[in-house]
């Protein structure tokens, strides 16, 4: 199949791309290459994936209309996914502007697309942080999302609202999978793991937000590309749920469209991941207890139920083993990044 990827010099996009190669399918990427941070290693991910002659990239906007619907018209894709976005709680409160402008304004480009090709699938990432300030848990796709509580969130619950009404109005079938805290290799310099790492190998603090009292269902990459390519097929049809034991289909009453939680709903606390880090390091950390910060969740605990049902997998990498797997690339990254 014809696969268009968005942000596919990202974390989560250069993984699903590799994946998608590896699987026969032809994939184009299509990225901004943004300085959120160091774009050497958004470089690096494309050129990986460029040393495959099924791989063509753009380097645009999705701020950029023109390019970005030139990008897919040429492409003619069977499936679209829409990973491209400003991500990041903290930085909303900082550049809120960039959020608004690739996150609503970039989506809504992407959708206007997507109606002109039709796609047989259309998917689009969403986050956990959507569940705001909701206090039942285990966090289901049925629950309200009524309540964000940084800026990045609220930009996200509207893409997934401006997903369902082009859902609606043109009949697209859409899927927006929430992601929940994912890490492992390649994985983003804003993230606290890569922020741990970096700072234990030298031997400095590290800041531990939320007194490190805070619990996170951490979410391997290779889990989450597992699951995304199973999700592929996986096509909402309006009037047809699925059957979801201790649970309820997302599926829309109105249009081919349903959200999905992606995770394996085994939260961990922000303590026992922290030590996890230094077990594998050898060396403990210099814990700096913190306040909780504007935006940050106490908590993110999903329910898989409807992810199983879909698709008949969980996301299952033990904590160890992906924490494992990170700081072996991140010490050959970094050693390379030195040469």
């Known amino acids: 199949m014809n696969i268009f990827v968005t942000g596919s010099a990202g974390f989560i996009g250069f993984h699903l791309c ?11 990427g299509y990225d901004g290459m943004t300085p959120y941070y160091d774009p050497a290693l958004k470089q690096a991910r494309h050129a990986i994936l460029e040393r495959e002659p099924a791989f063509s990239a753009v380097e645009a906007m999705l701020e950029d209309q023109p390019a970005l619907v030139a990008a897919i018209a040429g492409f003619a894709p069977d499936i679209i996914v829409h990973l491209a976005a400003q991500a990041g709680v903290r930085y909303s409160l900082e550049a809120p502007a960039a959020y608004i402008s690739a996150n609503v304004a970039g989506t809504f480009n992407l959708l ?10 259309l998917l689009l990432a969403s986050t956990s942080s959507v569940y705001g300030g909701n206090e039942a848990m285990p966090f289901a796709e049925t629950d309200r999302t009524d309540f964000p509580i940084s800026l990045y969130a609220a930009t996200k619950k509207a893409g997934e609202a401006m997903s369902h009404a082009y859902a609606h109005l043109h009949k697209i079938p859409t899927t927006c999978f929430r992601f929940f805290t994912v890490y492992g290799p390649w994985g983003r310099p804003d993230m606290a793991l890569f922020k741990f790492v970096a700072a234990m190998e030298k031997d400095e603090p590290i800041e531990v937000y939320g007194k490190g009292e805070m619990r996170r269902d951490f979410t391997y990459i290779d889990d989450l590309v597992e699951a995304i390519v199973r999700l592929l097929p996986a096509i909402p049809r309006e009037g047809e749920p699925v059957a979801v034991p201790g649970g309820t289909d997302s599926l829309s009453p109105v249009a081919p469209w349903r959200s999905v939680n992606i995770a394996g709903g085994e939260p961990t606390g922000l303590l026992p991941f922290i030590d996890a880090i230094e077990a594998v390091l050898g060396k403990p950390a210099d814990r700096r207890l913190l306040p909780r910060q504007p935006g940050d969740v106490v908590e ?4 898989p139920a409807l992810l199983t049902a879909l698709t008949g997998y969980c996301p299952q990498t033990p904590l160890a083993t992906g924490v494992a797997a990170f700081i072996e690339w991140y010490r050959a990254w970094n050693s390379s990044e030195r040469r």
């Not at 206007?112 to 699938?121: G, M």
């Not at 993110?300 to 329910?303: C, E, L, Y």
């Open 112 to 121: 206007e697309a997507a109606r002109t090709s039709r796609p047989a699938h």
């Open 300 to 303: 993110t605990f999903a329910s």
């Open 18 to 28: 590799r994946r998608l190669l590896a699987d026969g399918h032809t994939v184009r």
